[in-house]
Antibody, heavy 114, light 107 residues
Framework: EVQLVESGGGLVQPGGSLRLSCAAS????????MSWVRQAPGKGLEWVSV???????YYADAVKGRFTTSRDNSKNTLFLQMNSLRPEDTAVYYC????????WGQGTLVTVSS | EIVLTQSPDFQSVTPKEKVTITCRAS??????LHWYQQKPDQSPKLLIK???QSFSGVPSRFSGSGSGTDFTLTINSLEAEDAATYYC?????????FGQGTKVEIK
């Protein structure tokens, strides 16, 4: 069974950093297109980033230059390094697999507030 | 950036009624359009991929159609458990984008 489990969220002050993890089981992260999607409280879904199987990464303009997506093939885990966090980054962050986003994690809440 | 516009934003529906949600893209996206269901406090779940392909395990009352710029999600004979927000998503070009969502309420 394919499963994704996010972790690493929490409360952080504006300007701070957090690193989110997405541990996968049932499939190989490095062989797949993996995305990060976020959802601000009471709002819709917003695409954040993608990493392709070849390792190329792309970002939404709202996070470009501040967020970095990477993966650890040995741990079958996806990461989202978030720097220079802003209050508007407050959201539940989900990882999802493949271009069709066919499997989603449970999400991890990031709150940026002083 | 490709903008996806869903209509309606909200729909209140009686059980067994048919529901139709549309998603219009600001430019052609072929069939790279996917539909998700999100219930309160849950992660989104894939319903339909590539405009019309049902995802494994999804009830047959959910179907999708369309290509190019106009797409439709249909729920035949709505059930109480279908109360949720529905989103479309395009994976044709970066940045990937989502529609704003359609909330379906059961009367």
């Amino acid at each position: 069974e394919v499963q994704l489990v996010e972790s690493g969220g929490g409360l952080v002050q504006p300007g701070g950093s957090l690193r989110l993890s997405c541990a996968a089981s049932g499939f190989t992260v490095s062989n797949n297109y993996m995305s990060w999607v976020r959802q601000a409280p009471g709002k819709g879904l917003e695409w954040v980033s993608v990493i392709y199987s070849g390792g190329s990464t792309y970002y939404a303009d709202a996070v470009k230059g501040r967020f970095t997506t990477s993966r650890d093939n040995s741990k079958n885990t996806l990461f989202l390094q978030m720097n220079s966090l802003r209050p508007e980054d407050t959201a539940v962050y989900y990882c999802a697999s493949r271009s069709t986003l066919d499997c989603w994690g449970q999400g991890t809440l990031v709150t940026v507030s002083s | 950036e490709i903008v996806l516009t869903q209509s309606p934003d909200f729909q209140s529906v009686t059980p067994k009624e048919k529901v139709t949600i549309t998603c219009r893209a600001s430019q052609s996206i072929g069939s790279n359009l996917h539909w998700y269901q999100q219930k309160p406090d849950q992660s989104p779940k894939l319903l339909i991929k590539y405009a019309s392909q049902s995802f494994s395990g999804v009830p047959s009352r959910f179907s999708g159609s369309g290509s190019g710029t106009d797409f439709t999600l249909t729920i035949n004979s709505l059930e109480a458990e279908d109360a949720a927000t529905y989103y479309c998503h395009q994976s044709t070009s970066l940045p990937e984008t989502f529609g704003q969502g359609t909330k379906v309420e059961i009367k």
